[in-house]
């Protein structure tokens, strides 16, 4: 079953391929990476939002169609797991899709900033697209013309900030300037964690956050948790709840066991497969071996099978001159109007601009003054006297049989898909049953972690 796949990129633009949905998922990245002209493709992935808007992740050696469950082949381009070290890529395009990145976070409200860092970031941004600055060419509030913040939080205050700090930062290359860009964002609180809606013991809703050094735990939007990978002895899940087993602390003789509560359990399990990916990137040497097909079998067989930070950092396998690429405007198509000193919110002007492309309800209309309606009843009449023949009965009958064949074929196909779907949760909840059984025990020893700095702490904003 072949289909037009359509990945939304990070600077907004549309890639489409025609691709068979029964291929795997690493079929449909590496045509979106080769078409970026990326190389260390190992930060980034591709996937598709249900009907819950929940982010599902598309695995490299699992078919697309099984994957998409009905959804339409709709995808989104982006970074997979979020380097600690940025500036440590190898190429600078790496680095410049990192920025979109973050510069789209930040635009959404995912990662949020304080005033002085929105106009840090902004002067960063304006530099890499304008340069140094020119008292010739940046006459009056020109930075005004950017998207520095989400349109509720930028305000000529903050564009005047911009400006100042954009005076003080002359010099600086696109890349260098970039380079700064993504060394403040990486000290952000929330940069690189995804969150995740769950209620604790108590039924109080909470959020989950998974990110490079491990899992934190949100209330009203303030960290009352952390849970570092070297904590974390094993993470499972059973139906709709999701448990971590904790490191005893320095005056404890027992492991701790923490459960939280979701929504479904297709989302403790979504959540489940996060964290076994984001464990098994940055804090393996080498990912652990896919489990083979047996009979007997106890346990998920899911596994991480891409390369691990480690491995991608040692590879050396990028050979070629520093590609060349055209850097994105973060200018604004158009900037709103100012409402006590901010912009109106992004809803407001995209209900503005569905205004402005709604035609006049009779502009498609002909002129029925001069319509001649003499043709148009001389060929109803004629086609009311007109009957079909018996080849036209045959020739109707054939493309309806053939219809209903196809229609069936459609359905035996859905059928199966959904029955093995069915068998494989199954054998996952039945190997769920025992928390000892079940998920990729997660302890951590030193012939398989990485021994390095890298789980230091976000500073706080």
């Known amino acids: 079953m072949r289909a037009t796949c359509k990945v939304k990129l990070l600077d907004d633009t549309d890639f489409k391929c025609d691709l068979d949905l029964k291929s795997k998922g690493s079929v449909l990245f590496d045509q979106v990476a080769q078409h970026l002209n990326l190389e260390e493709r190992d930060y980034f992935g591709v996937y598709f939002l ?5 982010k599902n992740w598309i695995y490299p050696l699992k078919s697309i169609k099984r994957q998409l469950k009905g959804n339409e082949p709709n995808f989104y381009f982006g970074i997979k797991f979020y380097s600690n070290n940025p500036t440590q890529l190898h190429e600078d395009i790496t680095r410049y899709f990192y920025v979109l990145q973050v510069r789209k976070d930040i635009m959404t409200g995912k990662l949020p ?12 941004t304006v530099q890499a697209e304008i340069g140094d600055y020119d008292p010739e060419t940046c006459i009056g509030n020109y930075v005004s013309e950017f998207q520095i913040a989400p349109d509720d939080v930028q305000s000529e205050e903050l564009e005047q900030r911009v400006m100042e700090y954009h005076k003080e930062i002359e010099g600086q290359t696109p890349a260098d300037a970039e ?33 490079a050094n491990g899992l934190y735990v949100y209330r009203d939007q303030l960290r009352i948790n952390r849970f570092a990978w070297p904590q974390i002895l094993q993470i499972l899940y059973k139906k709709k709840k999701f448990y971590i087993k904790v490191r005893p602390a320095q005056n404890e003789n027992y492991e701790k066991k923490i459960g939280f509560r979701l929504a479904t359990a297709a989302d403790a399990k979504r959540l489940w497969k996060v964290c076994i990916e984001n464990h098994a990137f940055f804090r393996l040497l080498t990912p652990e071996k896919p489990v083979k097909k047996s009979f007997f079998r106890f346990g998920s067989k899911f596994r991480y099978s891409g390369r691990t930070q480690h491995q991608a950092k040692n590879a050396n396998d990028i050979n070629r001159p520093p590609p060349e690429f055209n850097r994105t405007s973060s200018k604004r198509l158009s900037t709103p109007p100012r409402i006590g000193g901010a912009a109106e919110t992004a809803e407001h002007q995209e209900d503005d601009n569905r205004e402005e492309e709604v035609e006049h309800p009779t502009a498609h209309l002909a002129d029925v003054e001069n319509f001649d309606t003499s043709n148009l009843n001389k060929t109803e009449t004629e086609e009311k006297n007109v009957l079909p023949t018996q080849e036209d009965i045959e020739q109707e009958r054939e493309a309806q049989e053939a219809e209903e064949n196809a229609e069936e074929e459609v ?7 959904e029955e093995e779907e069915a068998a494989e949760e199954a054998e996952e909840a039945k190997a769920h049953e025992d928390d000892d059984d079940g998920p990729p025990d997660m302890s951590v020893t030193t012939a398989s972690v990485v021994q390095d700095d890298e789980d230091h702490e976000h500073q706080e904003d």
């Not at 249900?50 to 929940?54: T, W």
């Not at 900033?113 to 960063?124: I, R, V």
């Not at 359905?411 to 199966?416: F, T």
């Open 50 to 54: 249900d009907a819950a808007n929940n």
């Open 113 to 124: 900033c304080s005033f002085n860092t929105y106009a840090l970031l902004g002067a960063y």
């Open 179 to 211: 380079a700064h860009f993504l060394e403040n964002s990486k000290k952000l609180a929330l940069y690189g964690v995804e969150k995740y809606f769950a209620y604790d013991n108590e039924a109080v809703r909470i959020e989950i956050g998974v990110s």
């Open 411 to 417: 359905e035996k196909e859905r059928e199966e898909e």
